[in-house]
């Protein structure tokens, strides 16, 4: 089965919930999703497909926390 990740990243949540139907969406039609925040991954090696989410601020990406 072909499991595709979903990571993400948010400030106030808003980013998580459009993730989470992300994820949703490909289960209906047969994937295997892991779903987490993007700061929270430490390889790409178990996936076959990778989308990434985040929020812009100021026509840039969302930083991970704690990057300067």
Do not use: C, N
């Amino acid at each position: 089965m072909t499991t595709i990740l979903v990571a993400y990243a948010t400030k106030r949540g808003s980013t998580r919930e459009v993730a989470e139907s992300v994820a949703e969406t490909l289960r209906e039609r047969g994937f295997a999703v892991d779903l987490q925040p993007a700061a929270t991954i430490d390889g790409l090696g178990p996936y076959d497909g990778v989308v990434l989410g985040t929020a812009l601020y100021m026509g840039r990406p969302h930083p991970a926390p704690g990057a300067s």
